[in-house]
Nanobody
Framework: QVQLEESGGGPVQAGGSLRLSCTAS????????MAWFRQSPGKERRFVTAISWRGDNTYYADSVEGRFTISRDSNTRNTVFLQMNSLKPEDTAVYYCAAGISTGRIAVKDARTYTSWGQGTQVTVSS
């Protein structure tokens, strides 16, 4: 079982930046793709970005392309970062970290392919 712990959320004004972190632990973690999803009140959980185990493949939702950057600790590979720039009020959501063995640009965007989830961290962007 993989345990995920997120940090770094909070309030920010539109145009500002935040950096989220997610640290994974557990004996079965090796090889996992890691991703960020977000969920706003009354809406489905939606894909934001994902990064492959080796960090050589990254994927982004169209809505965050060019503003958000996902990266991964190259040494331990168990920490993922989400740098969010030029934040907009529509980015307000609970952001969830996820880990799974899915690969490929289709599967990594499907929440059903992830087996471990963090508790979520709130990001609130005010206009």
């Amino acid at each position: 079982q993989v345990q995920l712990e997120e940090s770094g959320g909070g309030p920010v004004q539109a145009g500002g930046s935040l950096r989220l972190s997610c640290t994974a632990s557990g004996r079965t973690f090796n090889g996992n793709t890691m991703a960020w999803f977000r969920q706003s009140p009354g809406k489905e959980r939606r894909f934001v970005t994902a990064i492959s185990w080796r960090g050589d493949n990254t994927y982004y939702a169209d809505s965050v392309e060019g503003r958000f950057t996902i990266s991964r600790d190259s040494n331990t590979r168990n920490t993922v970062f989400l740098q969010m720039n030029s934040l907009k009020p529509e980015d307000t959501a609970v952001y969830y970290c996820a880990a799974g063995i899915s690969t490929g640009r289709i599967a990594v965007k499907d929440a059903r392919t992830y087996t471990s989830w963090g508790q979520g961290t709130q990001v609130t962007v005010s206009s």
